[in-house]
C-alpha cells in the first residue's frame, strides 16, 4: 500500500495554514495526523489530542563543566570562539544557547574537567485524536536542528501509518522556505500552499512554489481570506496558470470561522469540492 503525505504549507506565516489543515482533517477516514510546524507547533490546540508517549529528542551535544576536577584557569573561556563559556565564581559557565559541542574547550583543558554531553533539544509526542493517531513536536526555543525534528516526525507518522495500515498522513507544514520546509514537503504526494491576495502573500507563494519545484513536489493553492484583495487575487489566479498549478478553492474570511478558532474549535469550512480535487491528484 502506498501512504499518500499531504503536507500544508504556507510562504509566510499567518496565512491560516493550521486552521486550513485542521479543516481538512475530518474530511478523511484512515489517516495520521503529524504536526511539522515544531517551532511553533499549535494544532493541537484545536485537535485537543490526548498524549500516549513522550520522549525527548537529542540532536546535538553541548560541553559540561566538572567543578570537582576545574582549576578554574579559564584557559576554556580564551579558546572558545561562540563566546558560549564566561566567567563564573568557582567555575566557568557554559552558555547553552551559545554552545555548539565544538570540543576545542575539551582540547584545552588540561585536568580534563570538560565533556560533551549529548542535548535535549526537542520533546516527540505519541498521541490519540478523535480523527486517528497523531504524531507532533516541539522544539526546544533557540535551537537550530529544526529540520532534524521534522524528518523525525514524518519518519514517525509513516511507521504509525504502516502499523495501522492508514492510508493517508496529513502534515500541517512549517512556514516559510527554510530547511524545515525541506524535510517537510521532500518526497510527499502534494503540498498545499495557503496563500492569501495580498503583497507578501503573493510574494511568499512565488518562493515557497519555486522550492516545491526544485523538490519535484505537485502543488495546489488555497486562497484564504478571500476577498481582501481582488487585484492580489487575480495575480494569484494567473501566476498559478502559468504555472500549472491547481487552485482548489477559495475560503472566505467570515465571522464563524473566527468563532470557531475564538471558541478553540475546528472551523467547519465548505471544503468539499476541494478535498474531491486532493483525491484526485494524488491517487492519479
Do not use: W
Amino acid at each position: 500500500m502506498s501512504i499518500k503525505e499531504i503536507v500544508f504549507i504556507s510562504g509566510k506565516g499567518g496565512t491560516g495554514k493550521t486552521t486550513m489543515t485542521s479543516s481538512f482533517i475530518p474530511r478523511f477516514e484512515n489517516l495520521v495526523i503529524a504536526d511539522c510546524d515544531v517551532d511553533a507547533p499549535d494544532l493541537d490546540i484545536l485537535l485537543k489530542p490526548q498524549i500516549l508517549t513522550t520522549e525527548d529528542f537529542i540532536a546535538t551535544t553541548k560541553a559540561v563543566i566538572n567543578s570537582d576536577k576545574c582549576l578554574n584557569c579559564g584557559k576554556c573561556i580564551s579558546f572558545c570562539n561562540f563566546n558560549a563559556i564566561e566567567a563564573g565564581d568557582k567555575t566557568p559557565i557554559i552558555k547553552e544557547s551559545h554552545c555548539e559541542g565544538c570540543k576545542t574547550c575539551t582540547l584545552v583543558c588540561k585536568p580534563n574537567a570538560i565533556e560533551i554531553k549529548p542535548y535535549k533539544t526537542g520533546v516527540i509526542y505519541k498521541s490519540t485524536t478523535d480523527y486517528g493517531s497523531m504524531i507532533h513536536a516541539r522544539l526546544t526555543p533557540g535551537e537550530e536542528v529544526s529540520g532534524r525534528l521534522v524528518s523525525e516526525v514524518r519518519k514517525r507518522a509513516k511507521l504509525t501509518a504502516e502499523n495501522n495500515n492508514n492510508e493517508i498522513i496529513i502534515i500541517d507544514g512549517p512556514p516559510g522556505i527554510a530547511c524545515n520546509v525541506i524535510s517537510a514537503i521532500t518526497g510527499s504526494s502534494l503540498a498545499i500552499i495557503v496563500t492569501e491576495p495580498t503583497v507578501s502573500g503573493f510574494h511568499d507563494l512565488v518562493r515557497v512554489n519555486d522550492t516545491a519545484n526544485k523538490l519535484r513536489v505537485k502543488c495546489a493553492v488555497i486562497i484564504n481570506k478571500f476577498g481582501l484583495s481582488d487585484r492580489y487575487t487575480k495575480e494569484i489566479e494567473d501566476y498559478c496558470e502559468r504555472n500549472s498549478i491547481s487552485i482548489l478553492g477559495k475560503v472566505s474570511l467570515n465571522k464563524e470561522i473566527l468563532r470557531s478558532v475564538n471558541k478553540l474549535e475546528i472551523p467547519n469550512i465548505n471544503n468539499h469540492d476541494m478535498v474531491n480535487k486532493i483525491k484526485e491528484i494524488i491517487y492519479n
